[in-house]
């Protein structure tokens, strides 16, 4: 399975990413995270992309697309679910290019979508675990004891880039860059369109029905 999850932040991308990993071996691969662990491990593209990061702007999309080329390269062959990438019209066209290369068709573009108040609630309630990537939130989805992830026992952190001024920055950084690959998607034919306000398990149903519907 070959997906691309699009949406704005807090619309439930990684959430859902997740489980289709889980259910169908389609690898989750989240840009985000990936930065994360290169400023974690203090690497060129980690300290080239932080004050980015910080501020909620995007990444060049130069050491974003470079980013996303070795990853597949290091794992080739195995389905995936792209979070958060692309994000730019310049991001989708490279990787339009990258697939047809590989020989490599998309099952779909799903695109996630939710008010701004209910995306900025999200975000200012998420918690994530910084070694994998899981997130919780304290309103609809709490670990079992605040601050500590349900798995692994380890601490959840607040992202800093989830305060409320940079959670404004990232939503507008969304509509002006991102959604403009909405029309992009559409005219390719392969947008499908979910509702990313009803419940975690319904989306999950929602998305599933509508990808293996595509594929008929
Ligand atoms: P994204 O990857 O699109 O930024 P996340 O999957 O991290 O979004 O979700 C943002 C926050 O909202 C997280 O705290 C997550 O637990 C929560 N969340 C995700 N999906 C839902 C949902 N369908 N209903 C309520 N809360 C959700
Ligand atoms: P969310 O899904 O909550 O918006 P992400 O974890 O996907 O957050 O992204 C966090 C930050 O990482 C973004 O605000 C941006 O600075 C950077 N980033 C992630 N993916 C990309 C991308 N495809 N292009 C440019 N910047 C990116």
Do not use: C
Request: proline share 5%; aromatic share 6%.
């Amino acid at each position: 399975m070959r997906l691309i999850f699009l949406g704005p932040p807090g619309a439930g991308k990684g959430t859902q990413a997740r489980i289709i990993e889980e259910r169908f071996g389609a690898r989750q691969i989240s840009t985000g995270d990936l930065l994360r662990e290169h400023r974690a491990r203090k690497s060129e593209l980690g300290s080239q992309a932080e004050g980015f990061m910080q501020r909620g702007e995007l990444v060049p999309d130069a050491l974003i697309i470079s980013m996303i080329e070795s990853e597949l390269d290091a794992h080739a062959g195995t389905g995936f679910v792209m979070d958060g990438f692309p994000r730019t019209i310049a991001q989708a066209e490279a990787f339009d290019a990258l697939l047809t290369r590989k020989g490599w068709a998309l099952d779909g573009v799903v695109l996630f979508d939710a008010d701004r108040t209910t995306l900025t609630q999200r975000l200012t309630s998420r918690w994530t675990n910084p070694r994998n990537g899981r997130t919780y939130n304290t309103l609809s989805n709490p670990p079992r004891v605040i601050g500590i992830d349900d798995e692994d026992g380890g601490p959840l952190v607040q992202r800093e880039d989830d305060k409320p001024e940079t959670v404004a920055t990232r939503l507008d950084v969304y509509e002006a860059q991102t959604k403009p690959l909405v029309a992009y998607y559409r005219a390719q034919g392969v947008l499908i369109e979910i509702d990313g306000l009803a419940p975690v398990s319904d989306v999950t149903s929602a998305l599933i029905a509508a990808v293996q519907k595509r594929g008929e």
